[in-house]
């Protein structure tokens, strides 16, 4: 049972915290780059505003009805024939397998911080040099950071919803995004700022194919942290009298908000000097870096900045992928904090471990599946199945199970009845036909 509650800016900022992370500020820009801007962009905006905030409310108020952890609040809330819908609760686990990649991820961040204290690589080349050397040679300098990865977010969420998560967030998250719109104010007096603004938002319509559109639904949900029972989780300490529609407003405004400007920093450092935008993952890692060398000890600063803000968006989102699994195990299993962060920790770490591998020259062959490295599964399962699978599932509960009195009453005082219908459309109808399609389209057993 749960005692801890946010306070209300504690939680904004604990969800907001959550959505901010690496989705915004490095998959987000590198997506952005290679499916053309303009028209990725608008889709994406538009598959915010329609689906993500409508199934974001859905599963806040999931979390705020049920007050109890995933799998709990799901059997809570079903009617007494429908009690199978607690296994739709198991959604959490999959923040444990995000989290074997994404601590990953936050190591490397760590060890470029490290590394740019040294300065920066002065050629492309150079820079593609660090960044595949750390990712291809280097297993025991990438176990080192993801490690020290794992002891950060594990002894954040150790202190608990309002001693570790709510705390952190209160810092980190101000502290991030005074630094983005620092740098937002720097890229103001470039020339490259004109063209980063027209390339990301002068749609291209002829860049626009179908798996850009795909790919750009896809996105609003992993960079909104939906379908996996983190909001819920969050939600489930969400202050009595909290306005959940509010809230998730205010949530997916900011998440947008600096998707939208870590986008256009990005750019207009690129652009001034020239380089391409369609670099794929390396973006942030190989481009950037060598970009900034161009400024001089100016740009060291900025790059220090720049992945500063990374590390903390990343680390804001971590927590809310381990907490869930923390709370249930508490919850159901009466685990104390301390043990049940050690087991979930002990369970990425390891997996992660054999993830980074994968990616080895030397270990690849070994941790890979066919050609696929254990690495990419990962990332693929979770973000092409599980993640709108269980964005599925909030949004049928919501939609169909949860009886329709019950959801009124929670929601009608806050949206007004016109809004209280759109939404309920979008939950019913919209959301699930968005979500079968693009699943049915990742997976590959249709193409549009
Ligand atoms: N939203 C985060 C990002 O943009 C990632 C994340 C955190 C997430 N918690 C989640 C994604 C829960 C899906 C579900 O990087």
Redesign the pocket.
Known sequence: MKIQRFSRIGFIMAAAG???????IW?FPYMTGEYGGGAFVLVYLITIAFIGFSVMVAEMLIGALGRLDTVSSFEELAPPDKKQWKYAGFMGFN?II?MTF?SVVIGWIFYYLFRLLNGLPSTTDKAKDIFNTLVGNEPGIQIFWHTVAVLIVGYIVYKGIKGGIEKINLILMPSLMAILFGLLFYAFTLDGFEKAFEFMFAPKWEKLNSEAIVRAVGHS????????G?ILTYAASLPKNANITQTALIVTFMDTLIALVAGLVIFSFLFQFGAEPGQGPGLVFISLPTILKNFGTLGIFFALMFFLALAF?GIT?AI??VEPVVQYLIDRFDYTRTKAVVVTSFIYWIVGIGALLSYTKEWGEMFSIGKKPLFDILEYTTDSIL?PLGGLLIAIFVGYILHKDRVRAALEHEMGDRVFHIWRFSIRYIAPVALIFMMLNLMGIIKI
Do not use: C, Q, R
Not at 18 to 24: D, P
């Open positions: 959550s959505a901010v992370g690496l989705g915004n998959k923040g995000i994404y949900f992993f960079t909104l942290s939906l379908g996996m983190a968006a989102s809310s992928l993640l």
